[in-house]
């Protein structure tokens, strides 16, 4: 049963708006920076909310319900969820940190009244904590402070506090808002506390705060309908489903509602309410009705797009949406034209493509997608490159075969002068290492912004302010010169003046001759030109990279190539062939590698480096004709 109390009475066009406030209700979102520990928090607050049962066996990570987000460790999409506790629903989403998945938060910070703003124990405040933060801070959301991991034996519970505090003020927060309180805990234990040296016995000390400080929704259920739309799900059976807040009067199964959307100005269109839910823990319950600040789930309006409002029909009056920020990196998506298109995937029509890609547009508002110069292909533009790369991986799993291009940043014209997109980059590595960072990244135009070292004098942190086209391929390149110990994070800063040309890539590929099956023979005679990418046993057709050359250049080799058989071939002859281990290139590293005249043939089966003219002699006429201009 849904209670309310009277706070205000307002005339308002001839009609007494009344503001309710819903005392058995919250909405928060737990924010943070990358693995700081929210979705094992999430599943402990379900646990002692009362969402399983005491004996029922249930899998770490339960939020990250999509197979990429369990392999990777990371949250990509937001997921609604919601716990008891002391007769009050608390209804909680669960954001990514990464800052690809950025468009994520900010649009779901629409449908709640405070956040939890997660801080390692250990790391502090890191550069996706300032961004999700500045982004609460600007809705006027209150805060709540968690450090989490306090169980860490290199967790700093003195400090961390007080960088939060930095942080607060940095970013303008109100005098409130400086006042957030502060809680400890041990995400994975499943403990809160107030005070940084008691561990706690469990979460009633969150739960207790998140009722006491975290405001409880308000509006008027008898006014016309407002339900903002913040996100998007599909499903087979009923197709397009909306998910957002109710901000003012109540949602019924059957109601003729009007879609409106503030920034579009476009006539409201007519649909009907077919089903509606709320979130109970993990499930979606069907209700009649929902009222002022529950969050539901709706389907009937096919045409439903976030940031859409649905009013009623007499006063179609649309709520402002979040602005998100724009894409900043374009790579091209085509229809797989290699030797090999069709024989791995279910999907490979441009049709079919071009459906895929609109149809990620629905949940996705931070990507664009837009036709390209041929009518195969198509301009994908997103964050970065995870970002592209999540959905290209997520569509081969779907059965769709393509073929992607080397990504490129998005440039702007900002009063006359040509901009390019900065990103701040937080680097994290052992002292021996420092240095080969450093030159690396003014190598590649960065800018020092700050150099210090940590506690303990054994780590530096580094600032710099770079060109996001030049960090393009050097991730794992810092891993390589930090032997894994290094920690780098990047976050989106401004535009800028472009900076001039540079060179990343002084490598060069080996290129198959012809088609075939790569034999050891061929593959030893070919591994001194450089580090093969196949194991013998392996088709592949002409203009395929199966290599990569040391040194700038491409160069043509023949990994099929038999062993010619004589009648004095000793029979312990190939037991003498050492073929060194190829190197198997992920999604991310195959297209941080690839030059602008190549391709990823992305399949269900395989990922495979070409050459964008896969035959030699016409590759070498368009090479020739470059050069001249």
């Given at each position: 049963m849904v209670y309310y109390y009277v706070q205000t009475v307002q005339p308002i066009a001839n009609r007494e708006e009344k503001t309710l406030i819903r005392k058995d209700l919250r909405n928060i979102a737990i924010i943070a920076h990358v693995d700081h520990g929210k979705t094992t928090l999430v599943d402990e607050m379900l646990k002692q909310g009362g969402i399983f049962r005491e004996n029922q066996v249930t899998e770490e990570r339960v939020m990250d319900s999509n197979a990429l987000e369990r392999e990777r460790g990371i949250t990509i999409l937001a997921k609604n969820t919601a716990i008891h506790y002391k007769d009050v629903k608390i209804n909680v989403v669960d954001t990514p940190g990464h800052a690809d998945f950025g468009g994520e938060v900010e649009r779901i910070l629409k449908m709640v009244n405070g956040v939890i703003l997660l801080v390692d124990a250990a790391e502090g405040p890191m550069p996706q904590t300032r961004f999700v933060l500045q982004k609460a801070l600007e809705l006027n959301h209150k805060v709540i402070v968690v450090v989490n991991k306090i169980d860490r034996p290199d967790a700093r519970l003195d400090e961390v506090p007080d960088e939060v505090l930095e942080l607060l003020i940095d970013l303008d927060a109100s005098n409130e808002q400086l006042e957030s309180p502060v809680l400890f805990c041990s995400g994975r234990d499943g403990t809160a506390s107030l005070s940084p040296y008691d561990r706690g016995t469990d979460l009633k000390p969150l739960f207790d705060t998140i009722l006491d400080y975290i405001p409880a929704p308000e509006g008027d259920p008898d006014g016309e309908l407002q339900l903002l739309v913040s996100s998007i799900d599909y499903n087979d059976y009923v197709g397009r489903i909306g998910i957002g807040r109710v901000e003012r009067g109540t949602v019924r199964v059957?109601?003729?509602?009007?879609?409106?959307?503030?920034?579009?100005?476009?006539?409201?269109?007519?649909?009907?309410?077919?089903?509606?839910?709320?979130?109970?823990?993990?499930?979606?319950?069907?209700?009649?009705?929902?009222?002022?600040?529950?969050?539901?789930?709706?389907?009937?309006?096919?045409?439903?797009?976030?940031?859409?409002?649905?009013?009623?029909?007499?006063?179609?009056?649309?709520?402002?949406?979040?602005?998100?920020?724009?894409?900043?990196?374009?790579?091209?998506?085509?229809?797989?034209?290699?030797?090999?298109?069709?024989?791995?995937?279910?999907?490979?029509?441009?049709?079919?493509?071009?459906?895929?890609?609109?149809?990620?547009?629905?949940?996705?508002?931070?990507?664009?997608?837009?036709?390209?110069?041929?009518?195969?292909?198509?301009?994908?533009?997103?964050?970065?490159?995870?970002?592209?790369?999540?959905?290209?991986?997520?569509?081969?799993?779907?059965?769709?075969?393509?073929?992607?291009?080397?990504?490129?940043?998005?440039?702007?014209?900002?009063?006359?002068?040509?901009?390019?997109?900065?990103?701040?980059?937080?680097?994290?590595?052992?002292?021996?290492?420092?240095?080969?960072?450093?030159?690396?990244?003014?190598?590649?135009?960065?800018?020092?912004?700050?150099?210090?070292?940590?506690?303990?004098?054994?780590?530096?942190?580094?600032?710099?302010?770079?060109?996001?086209?030049?960090?393009?391929?050097?991730?794992?390149?810092?891993?390589?010169?930090?032997?894994?110990?290094?920690?780098?994070?990047?976050?989106?800063?401004?535009?800028?003046?472009?900076?001039?040309?540079?060179?990343?890539?002084?490598?060069?590929?080996?290129?198959?001759?012809?088609?075939?099956?790569?034999?050891?023979?061929?593959?030893?005679?070919?591994?001194?030109?450089?580090?093969?990418?196949?194991?013998?046993?392996?088709?592949?057709?002409?203009?395929?990279?199966?290599?990569?050359?040391?040194?700038?250049?491409?160069?043509?080799?023949?990994?099929?190539?038999?062993?010619?058989?004589?009648?004095?071939?000793?029979?312990?002859?190939?037991?003498?062939?050492?073929?060194?281990?190829?190197?198997?290139?992920?999604?991310?590293?195959?297209?941080?590698?690839?030059?602008?005249?190549?391709?990823?043939?992305?399949?269900?089966?395989?990922?495979?480096?070409?050459?964008?003219?896969?035959?030699?002699?016409?590759?070498?006429?368009?090479?020739?004709?470059?050069?001249?201009?």
């Open positions: 059957n109601q003729d509602v009007c879609i409106t959307n503030f920034h579009e100005g476009t006539d409201p269109k007519r649909t009907r309410i077919v089903s509606l839910y709320q979130i109970d823990g993990l499930n979606r319950i069907p209700v009649e009705s929902a009222s002022v600040g529950d969050i539901v789930c709706f389907s009937g309006a096919d045409s439903i797009t976030i940031g859409d409002t649905v009013t009623s029909v007499n006063c179609p009056e649309p709520l402002e949406f979040v602005k998100v920020s724009e894409p900043t990196m374009e790579m091209t998506f085509s229809v797989n034209d290699s030797p090999f298109a069709g024989r791995e995937g279910k999907f490979v029509t441009s049709r079919q493509l071009r459906d895929r890609l609109y149809r990620e547009l629905q949940k996705d508002v931070s990507l664009r997608v837009e036709d390209g110069e041929t009518t195969d292909s198509f301009k994908v533009c997103g964050r970065g490159e995870m970002h592209l790369s999540i959905l290209i991986e997520t569509m081969r799993r779907e059965g769709y075969e393509l073929a992607c291009s080397t990504p490129k940043v998005l440039l702007r014209e900002i009063d006359g002068v040509t901009c390019e997109p900065i990103e701040r980059v937080f680097i994290d590595v052992p002292n021996d290492f420092s240095g080969a960072v450093i030159e690396e990244l003014s190598r590649r135009k960065g800018e020092l912004i700050a150099m210090n070292p940590n506690a303990v004098g054994t780590r530096m942190k580094i600032e710099y302010l770079i060109p996001t086209r030049c960090l393009l391929g050097y991730r794992s390149m810092f891993m390589t010169a930090t032997r894994g110990e290094g920690i780098m994070n990047t976050v989106f800063e401004d535009y800028e003046p472009y900076r001039g040309d540079i060179q990343l890539r002084f490598t060069g590929s080996l290129v198959a001759s012809e088609d075939g099956e790569t034999t050891s023979y061929g593959l030893y005679n070919t591994q001194e030109r450089g580090s093969m990418f196949l194991s013998p046993g392996v088709k592949i057709y002409a203009g395929q990279i199966v290599g990569m050359n040391p040194k700038q250049g491409d160069i043509t080799v023949n990994p099929c190539k038999q062993k010619h058989l004589t009648s004095i071939r000793s029979s312990g002859a190939d037991e003498k062939l050492i073929l060194v281990p190829p190197v198997v290139f992920s999604l991310e590293e195959a297209i941080e590698f690839i030059n602008d005249d190549e391709l990823i043939e992305v399949t269900p089966k395989s990922i495979r480096l070409r050459k964008r003219i896969l035959d030699k002699d016409l590759r070498l006429k368009a090479e020739a004709k470059a050069k001249r201009g």
